[in-house]
Structure formats: C-alpha cells, structure tokens
C-alpha cells in the first residue's frame, strides 16, 4: 500500500546503517546533522514562503530502514509541511529500500505469496484505478489523447487509461518496474526522471503524477516542465497526501505520510498545491477527495506500520503478510470514518488534484468535449 513509485535502487550493505540499526527502537536516535548530505529547509517548497515555523519532531522512518529523526517545519503562509532537514540530491538514492512499491511479482518464489499479492491487486488497486479515471474523464472531459503517467509503477494506471481510449506512455525510475511494464505489460514507458528523459513541448494532453510530488526536492521545477510538455488545454492530475487532513492533525507524528520521513520531503495543504499550480501557470485548479479506501489505507498504515509493502512483502515466510492483512481490515473498517473525512469535514487524506493549462483545446480534446456538451449545446439552439 506504499504508493510512491519514485523509488532507487539502494546499497543497503553498508556497515554504517548496519550499526545504526542495531541501535534503533530507542528514543537515542540522533538527527542527521546538516552538511552531511543534509541541508535545513530555507523555504516552503510550494508558495516559496521563508517564514517555517516548527510543528512535529522526532518523526521517525515507520520502514525502520533510515535511522534517525526528522523534524516537521510548518509555514505559516500555507500550511504546507517541510521535512527538516531535507536531504541533498546525491543522498536520496540511499533513502529507499530495494522492495517499496506494490506490485504483483513481488513474491516471484512463493506461490500463496503471489496469490496474495494478486487477491490484493484485484481486491484494492483495480478499483481504486478504476474508480479514479472515470472521476478524471468526468472531470476534465477528456476521453482521449496522448497521456503520460510520472511514476507510472506497474502499470496500472496505464493499463485503465489506454482501456479508456488514450494513447498512454509511462515514466519510471525503477529499472526492474520499466522492464516489468514493456515486456509484460506491452506499454512504452521511459526510464528515469523528468530530469533525465526529454519530452518535446506541447505533446501531451494529460500527465498523471500520482504520489510522486511528496518526493520531489524541487515541486516548481516539475510542474513547469508538466506545463511546458501539456498541450494547451491540457490537463495535469496529481494525487498527494494532504497536511490540513484529519488525519494529519490528529495522527501527527504517527500519520503514515509523515512517518514515511525521510523519503517524504515535503506535503502540501490545499492551498499549498493551488498557489504551486497557479505559480506554474494552470488554471481552474480542484482538489477533489481521493478514494475512501485510499484514505482509510493511510490511517490503517499509521496504527499497522508493519502493513508497509516495504516491511511485509520486503521477508520471506507467509506470517509476514499476517501485519498485512491486519491493515487490510482496518482499510475496510476505517471506510466509514474516511467518509466522514472526505465528504463531511473536507478534510481528506489524500487530494486528487487537477489543473489545467490555459489555452484553446485540441483536435482530441475537442471531440471529447463535444461529445460531454452535445446534450447542452443542442437545447441552447
Ligand atoms: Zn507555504
């Protein structure tokens, strides 16, 4: 259920983290000390406000895999959430675990492993998908075009996009997941970073970037090349943790997003995420609730921090999906309580976030719409 798909590949041998996680569990955990690849916040990564104020302290990593603790910084501007301190860009790579993202071969090995991992695909993941593209074609009106998925994991979200009538593409950084989707999937998906591959202006009509700006050392700098790769009309949906969430202000230290320090570096409340979009250039910016089970898995992951796909499918032995399935159950028992988050104190976990790129529609977009209006535009003639 760890859903961020902006993960490296990590030389977990070294014989300092050994050491250091030997001493883990007790309240001595040092703080990283800044210049060791490690640098204090000097401004809110999503209005550019200087003024952070302290909020959380000694949040610690809930994979057990980075020492330390962390300290959330607050800005007063927007509410958004920075980790202090943050790491350098030479220093991320060592933050993940080899095993992180979710994905169905997980237990190549064992057999009810696997059936497992598929009974959670088809029972949590394909609806989620399923539910959230035809919010995203509702939304946005678009029923087709050319689609790029940031982050695009296993391939998911490609597989319902394309089903749905977009030319899909995906960008991933893990080399085994990009291997995994071109060879079994059939989808192109490029490996690397928006840093890394180059996408030409304008040739996109939607990107999707699901759990992927909490990562991000620089947010601004992604949304404008989001901005720069869309067409004009074009659409970015992002899906984020939310820091004025109920969960968020009640869980705090203990909230899954924030417990997933230090490869979270930041989150944003919703005015955070608007003013980064407008900033960016977008227009007519929502933040819809994201699914309920969605929400109701980060609460089930803050009390069961062993429900990590990071800690449970990361051993061998079928006991070690029994934390797993504990988390599972609280998703389902939560649900209701997610409801009440989302839809009575619009306070939801997550935010499914979309904008779009001010301009004219193209050709694809136009029959999209058209075909969403023509019920309208034939009763005003
Ligand atoms: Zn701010």
């Given at each position: 259920m760890t859903s961020n798909k902006n993960a490296h590949q990590v030389n977990s041998s070294t014989g300092e983290r050994q050491e250091a996680r030997q001493t883990g569990g007790t309240d001595t955990w040092p703080r990283p000390e800044a210049g060791a690849g490690w640098r204090p916040p000097v401004a809110c990564q999503y209005c550019g406000s200087g003024s952070l104020a302290s909020w959380l302290d000694r949040v610690r990593d809930h994979l057990e895999y980075v020492p330390g603790s962390w300290a959330m910084l607050r800005c007063r501007d927007c509410g958004s959430v920075q980790l202090s301190p943050m790491p350098s860009e030479d220093k991320v790579a060592e933050l993940y675990p080899p095993v992180y993202s979710f994905r169905t071969d997980l237990d190549a090995g064992g057999r009810i492993r696997r059936l497992i991992s598929r009974a959670e695909e088809a029972a949590f993941y394909r609806i989620l998908h399923k539910r959230e593209t035809g919010t995203i074609r509702r939304h946005t009106g678009l029923a087709g075009g050319n689609l790029l998925d940031v982050g695009c994991g296993t391939g998911d979200r490609l597989a319902r996009f394309s089903r749905t009538g977009f030319s899909v593409r995906g960008l991933e950084i893990q080399p085994d997941l990009v291997r995994y989707v071109r060879q079994t999937r059939g989808f192109a998906v490029d490996a690397g970073t928006l840093d890394s591959v180059f996408y030409p202006a304008a040739s996109f009509d939607m990107v999707t970037i699901y759990y992927v700006i909490e990562h991000l050392l620089d947010v601004g700098k992604v949304l404008w090349r989001i901005h720069s790769m869309l067409k004009p009309g074009g659409w970015v949906v992002a899906e984020v943790p939310l820091a004025d969430s109920c969960q968020s202000l009640t869980l705090r230290t203990r909230w899954s997003q924030y417990s997933e320090a230090p490869r979270h570096v930041s989150i944003p409340s919703r005015e955070g995420i608007r003013r980064a979009l407008t900033v960016s250039g977008f227009e007519e910016v929502s933040i819809l609730p994201a699914t309920m089970m969605n929400c109701a898995a980060a609460f089930a992951l803050s009390v069961i921090?062993?429900?990590?796909t990071g800690r449970s499918y990361a051993r061998s032995g079928v006991l070690r999906h029994l934390p797993r399935a504990a988390g599972g159950l609280v998703t389902l028992l939560y649900c209701p309580a997610a409801a009440l988050e989302n839809y009575g104190a619009r306070r939801p976990a997550f935010g499914l976030v979309l904008a779009r790129k001010p301009g004219e529609y193209n050709e694809s977009s136009k029959r999209a719409t058209n075909q969403a209006g023509r019920g309208s535009a034939g009763a005003a003639s």
């Open positions: 921090p062993a429900a990590n």
